[in-house]
């Protein structure tokens, strides 16, 4: 059966993964957007309707709209879609809202079209997005949206995703305050050259992570979730980060550290009820410091982007 309108989950994701600078993510199942992907006769992007956020129309100031344009020039489809976007992951959180636009149109224009393009394919359409958004056609959060679960960006160019396994056990908690740092400002602070020393540990810790995941050995997972390179310099932009991450791990977290470029935090954990464990314990530092937050546990999606069945959108 031809279908000529789709609606999609969009999940929001986790990127770096504490060592895993610019090449890790993974993609989570509790929270995300949802969009709604029609074809036209007329050629081009036409965004319709944003709800949640306030953010472009034209479509070529906006991460989706510039993904779908991608697409269809690589293809030299004639037609066109219309978009609706519905965000309910925050612009700035730090857990992929504009790698969720990008990814998801790009997904759901390639189910209408009958899949022509491969999941690596729709990564390079969807880092037009991430271009637009952070100034770095960066894959570290489209690749796992797309893919679900566990991705390794082996490089960029050329692009090579990897597919890394993950523990059935495995959950993650965010907390997201109510503070936007935006991800191209928190790239500009970073140094642009480590230390041998600093590098050998980082590259040892992001091995042995893979390792652990790939063993389901947690308590190897726990040991190398540790960022000696990135974290220090991006915490201070987030108040409470030390103490967010000391509760955490005292709640059992095996790890915690910024998901993306941050505000939001996220912990892994062995387990759902640790996971909820470490979410409050991370929640409550932030109410202390009288900051609204959002917080979320979640199984990690294998999935990724997928169909909603049924009409119109979920409120």
């Known amino acids: 059966m031809i279908q000529n309108e789709i609606k999609v989950f969009c999940p929001a994701t986790i990127a770096n993964i504490s060592c895993g600078f610019d090449v890790l993510g993974l993609a989570l199942g509790s929270v995300g957007d949802e969009m709604v992907i029609r074809k036209t006769e007329l050629p081009g992007i036409v965004i319709t309707r944003i ?10 100031k906006n991460v989706a709209g510039v993904a779908g344009l991608a697409m269809l020039e690589s293809l030299n489809y004639q037609g066109g879609f219309e978009l609706e976007i519905h965000k309910k992951i925050k612009a700035g959180s730090g857990i992929g809202s504009s790698a969720a636009s990008a990814s998801g149109v790009v997904w759901g224009i390639n189910q209408l079209l009958g899949e022509p393009c491969t999941e690596e394919q729709l990564v390079r359409f969807a880092m037009e997005g991430e271009k637009l958004a952070s100034g770095t056609p960066h894959a ?25 396994h993950c523990p059935s056990e495995l959950y993650a908690s965010v907390v997201h305050p109510h503070i936007e740092i935006k991800t191209a400002d928190s790239r500009k602070i970073l140094r642009t050259s480590i230390s041998l020393a600093d590098g050998i540990r980082q590259w040892g810790n992001l091995g042995a992570l893979i390792a652990g995941f790939y063993k389901e050995d947690y308590a190897l997972i726990s040991r190398s979730l540790e960022d000696h390179i990135i974290e220090p310099i991006r915490s201070i932009l987030i108040p409470g980060f030390d103490e967010i991450k000391q509760q955490a791990l005292a709640a059992g977290a095996l790890g915690c550290g910024i998901s993306g470029s941050g505000p939001s935090i996220f912990s892994l954990s062995k387990g759902e009820e640790t996971a909820q464990n470490a979410a409050r314990a991370m929640s409550d530092v932030l109410s202390k410091l009288d900051l609204e937050h959002d917080a979320y546990v979640s199984g990690i999606n294998t999935e990724g982007i997928k169909l909603i069945t049924g009409k119109g959108v979920s409120p």
């Open 51 to 60: 709800t949640g956020q306030d953010l472009p129309l034209e479509a070529q």
């Open 140 to 164: 570290d959060n489209v690749a796992p949206a797309i893919y679900g679960g566990i991705t390794l960006v082996r490089s960029s160019d050329p692009l090579d995703v990897v597919r890394i």
